[in-house]
């Protein structure tokens, strides 16, 4: 571990323990009364600067600048379990709805960079936090995204469309392709031909900006992480004031073809796993919409 990455001030440290109880690492202990780093093993989680009431432990390996937000005020005070209104937090995981008709109303960069800080309050495996984000800004940002995907999925349509290749891929193993020719094939010619007809935007829906999320080499979890991220921004923006959309036929030619990462900057080594369409939304709901049933099981331990 790096020297000093966890702070104990000890002149403030009465010797509770807290710190000692919460670390999920065994890097504190207490040493002649005093909490101590004894281990090197931190993820640097930051539970013991949290649970500190005499503020004696800091985690200089966290940055509080990811915790100050532009576009609104939020408490530093940690809500205990149960003191959050469920009803309120439900009602408005169930009103996000993915956004298919976004106004041409630009976003705020500064809400932007608070969704990106409100997506890594997400939990991370071994909090590895190897999270990228790369934040397209504009509705030119967004075309010049969409125009690679275009171009992309025009050559997969023209691969498609040869029967002997796909059947002969189907027989060597790789149904891919022609997995595609009967999923996705007609649909996405249908798009391409009003992209580059009218101007009709099916794959980003008319979005002014868009989020990618990302991992950079190194995560347990690398997908997971994004995922948890990218929830939290869809929530967030919703809460906003944005619509979102999450884009998977980005997120497929993103992660085939290295160029479109390239092109946007992301480089080589990371990987792609959700691309979030936002913008102000023109849609208006009368109400929330459901979903289909589902039936948990029950596991209720072995027979004895
Ligand atoms: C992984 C994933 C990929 C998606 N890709 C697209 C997409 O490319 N285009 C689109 O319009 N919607 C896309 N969606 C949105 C889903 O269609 C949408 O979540 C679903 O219909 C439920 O509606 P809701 O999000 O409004 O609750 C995607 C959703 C997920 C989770």
């Avoid at 504190?28 to 600067?49: D, N, Q, T, W």
């Avoid at 600048?65 to 408490?75: C, G, L, Q």
């Avoid at 937090?89 to 976004?102: G, H, K």
């Avoid at 190897?130 to 967004?142: D, E, G, H, Q, S």
Wanted: hydrophobic content about 35%.
């Amino acid at each position: 571990m790096e020297e000093n990455m966890i702070e104990i001030d000890k002149a403030l440290c009465d010797g509770c323990g807290l710190c000692v109880t919460v670390c999920p690492t065994g890097t504190l202990s207490l040493m002649e009364g005093k909490a101590a780093v004894s281990g090197e093993e931190s993820i640097f989680c930051g539970h013991c600067e949290a649970i500190c009431p005499r503020k004696a432990v800091r985690v200089t390996a966290i940055d509080e600048e990811m915790s100050r937000y532009k576009t609104f005020i939020t408490e530093k005070q940690w809500l205990p379990p149960g003191k959050y209104s469920t009803s309120g937090l439900v009602q408005l995981m169930a009103s996000r709805r993915s956004c298919r008709c976004f106004s041409g109303r630009p976003i705020d960069r500064t809400m932007l960079e608070d969704l990106v800080k409100i997506g890594i309050t997400a939990p991370s495996g071994t909090n590895s936090q190897a999270w990228t984000f790369t934040i397209l800004p504009t509705r030119k940002a967004v075309i010049s995204l969409a125009e690679q995907i275009a171009s992309y999925f025009g050559r997969l349509n023209t691969a498609a469309e040869k029967t002997l290749l796909r059947l002969f891929l189907k027989l060597t193993g790789k149904g891919e392709l022609d997995a595609y020719y009967h999923g996705y094939y007609r649909k996405v010619k249908e798009a391409l031909e009003e992209w580059h007809g009218s101007g009709r935007d099916r794959l980003f829906h008319g979005s002014t900006a868009a989020i990618l999320v990302g991992s950079k080499p190194g995560a347990s979890c690398p997908v997971e992480d994004a995922l948890l991220a990218t929830q939290n921004i869809l929530l967030a923006a919703h809460s906003m004031g944005l619509g979102s959309c999450l884009i998977g036929y980005a997120v497929a030619a993103m992660k085939k073809e290295p160029s479109i990462r390239q092109a946007v900057g992301i480089p080589p080594e990371e990987e792609i796993h959700a691309v979030i369409a936002l913008g102000y939304s023109d849609e208006v709901y009368q109400r929330t919409a459901g979903r289909r049933k589902v039936t948990p099981r029950y596991f209720e331990g072995q027979q004895p």
